[in-house]
């Protein structure tokens, strides 16, 4: 029995020092850029109209929302998918999700949305669903 105490004190401070880095994540400078460019062009989608707890939003008050909880949960997010998880796709408060309504009057996830739209900015195109 003794002899699984090494490799499981090893195994514990692995884990323990994953959980730190993580707990202290921030995106690295093209990660950033993704998500201030995500950002930006929330900002410019003025056909649109985004939803939160059954509240509509304009694109700026939307875009000013993301730049918030972004400022706020900076320290967890790595990724531009972190971002879209954490600060952009659902309340914090309730956990209900966001929508966004399209020009078209469809709603779509925002998740799903916004995800769209990063692939988009990571293929380098300017076409995603930005209004």
Request: charged share 25%; net charge positive.
């Amino acid at each position: 029995m003794a002899s699984f105490q090494h490799p499981r004190r090893a195994l514990l401070a692995l884990v323990l020092g994953l959980a730190a880095a993580a707990a202290q994540a921030t995106p690295s400078a093209s990660e950033q850029k993704l998500i201030d460019t995500l950002i930006l062009r929330v900002s410019k989608m003025t056909t649109m109209t985004f939803m939160r707890n059954g509240n509509e939003h304009d694109a700026a008050d939307a875009a000013k929302h993301m730049q918030a909880k972004f400022d706020y949960f900076k320290d967890e997010i790595a990724t531009a998918e972190d971002f879209i998880d954490r600060c952009a796709s659902r309340s914090e408060v309730t956990g209900k999700p966001y929508k966004v309504k399209m020009p078209n009057g469809s709603m779509r996830d925002a998740n799903e949305f916004l995800n769209a739209e990063l692939r988009a900015l990571r293929r380098g195109g300017d076409k995603a669903g930005a209004g």
